[in-house]
C-alpha cells in the first residue's frame, strides 16, 4: 500500500516480492512471513495465476484485492474464457435464476473490442455494473477484463443468439455503427444507449462524405432502429471523435455543435454510462462536443437537456 514501507527483517535470499517507485508488485505471489531468532524472518512466495491488466489496475488505483470481491468477481475465469463447468449447465443454471427473479440489471456493450468499447468497459467496471460485452476474440478480452465481464460472440442477426445474450440485460450501450440495425427486437431491454456519429457525417464533402458513406447509412439505421424498438432509448450525437485523453475540457450541448466540434473518445465513453443513470419516457436526443460547460452532476445535466428537448415539441 502507498506510503508503507517494508521491515529490514523482509530483505532475505531467494524468491522475494520487488516493489518498484509506483507501488506495483512485478509478480503476484502469495507471501508467507516466518520470523525466526536472531532477528532474521523467511518470506516464502507461492506463485498465484497471473490476474489481468484491469485486476492490476483496479488494485492500484481503488486499493487492493478486495475489489474483485466488491465487484461481484472473486475468482477469475479459467484461460479459455468460460465459467467453471459445463456451459450449458451454467446457461441453464443463469436461467432458472432469471426466471426466479426476473431482473434485467446487466447492462450490454457491443463491439466491446473497440477502443470505445474498451472504455465504456473500464467505466462500467469502476461503477460496480453488471457487464455482459460482444466482443470478437474472446480469448484477448479475457485477458483484458478478467472476470468483471460475460463475454460472448455471435451474429446480431441471429434470433437465437441475441436471446441468450440479451437474457438478464437491462440497457445496451452500441458505441459502434451497425449493431442495432441488425437486431430485429430489443424485447425486455429498459433502455438502448447510441453513440452516434451521424452528425459528422451528414456536415463531410467532398471525398471524406464519399469515405464515410457506408457508416452514414449505417448510422441512420441505427438510429431508425432503436426510435421504433418501443424501448426508452437515448441518441448521443457526438462531434468528431478524438485520442485525446478525457477530463480535461469541458462541454457543448448546443444544437449543430457535432457537425462541427470534436469529443475526447474517453469523454464519450463516459456521457454513454452517465446516460444509464436517466431513462427518457421515450427517447432523448442531443448532440455533445467538448466545450467550455463544466459537468459536475451529470443525472442533472441530462435532466436538463432533456426538459431542453420537451420545450422544443
Not at 529490514?8 to 508467507?32: D, H, I, T
Not at 531468532?37 to 492500484?60: E, P, W
Not at 418501443?230 to 475540457?249: A, D, F, H, M, S
Not at 452517465?274 to 436526443?285: D, N, R
Amino acid at each position: 500500500m502507498a506510503g508503507t514501507s517494508l521491515p529490514s527483517c523482509l530483505l532475505s535470499q531467494g524468491p522475494s516480492l520487488l516493489f518498484s517507485s509506483s507501488n506495483q508488485v512485478s509478480e503476484a505471489n502469495q507471501c508467507r512471513i516466518g520470523i525466526t531468532s536472531g532477528k532474521r524472518c523467511r518470506v516464502r512466495c507461492f506463485a498465484k495465476k497471473k490476474i489481468s491488466f484491469v485486476d492490476q489496475i483496479l488494485d492500484y488505483i481503488e486499493g487492493g484485492p478486495k475489489l474483485r470481491k466488491w465487484y461481484g468477481a472473486p475468482e477469475l475465469r479459467p484461460k479459455d474464457g468460460s465459467l467453471s463447468g459445463d456451459d450449458d449447465e451454467f446457461e441453464a443454471e443463469e436461467a432458472k435464476e432469471d426466471d426466479l427473479d426476473g431482473e434485467r440489471n446487466t447492462v450490454f456493450v457491443t463491439d466491446g473490442d473497440s477502443d470505445l468499447g474498451q472504455m465504456i468497459i473500464l467505466q462500467l467496471i469502476v461503477k460496480g455494473a453488471r457487464i455482459k460485452a460482444l466482443v470478437k476474440d474472446k480469448r484477448k478480452a479475457l485477458e483484458a477484463f478478467g472476470s468483471y465481464v460475460e463475454l460472448t460472440s455471435g451474429d446480431a442477426s441471429d434470433e437465437r443468439f441475441l436471446k441468450k445474450a440479451f437474457k438478464g440485460v437491462g440497457a445496451v450501450i452500441s458505441p459502434t455503427e451497425g449493431f442495432l440495425s441488425n437486431v430485429k427486437s430489443l424485447r425486455g431491454v429498459k433502455h438502448a444507449v447510441l453513440l452516434s456519429q451521424l452528425s459528422v457525417y451528414e456536415s463531410s464533402g467532398g471525398i471524406q462524405a464519399m469515405m464515410n458513406n457506408k457508416a452514414k447509412k449505417l448510422a441512420e439505421q441505427d438510429e431508425n432502429t432503436v426510435i421504433s424498438s418501443n424501448v426508452p432509448y437515448t441518441i448521443i450525437r457526438t462531434g468528431k471523435l478524438e485520442n485525446n485523453p478525457g477530463g480535461n475540457q469541458g462541454f457543448n450541448f448546443s444544437t449543430g455543435a457535432a457537425a462541427k466540434g470534436s469529443i475526447s473518445k474517453e469523454d464519450a465513453a463516459r456521457i454513454c454510462v452517465e446516460a444509464l443513470s436517466v431513462i427518457p419516457p421515450t427517447g432523448l436526443i442531443f448532440e455533445v462536443t467538448n466545450g467550455e460547460e463544466v459537468v459536475s452532476d451529470w443525472e442533472g445535466q441530462l435532466m436538463k437537456v432533456m426538459q431542453r428537448q420537451s420545450d422544443k415539441k
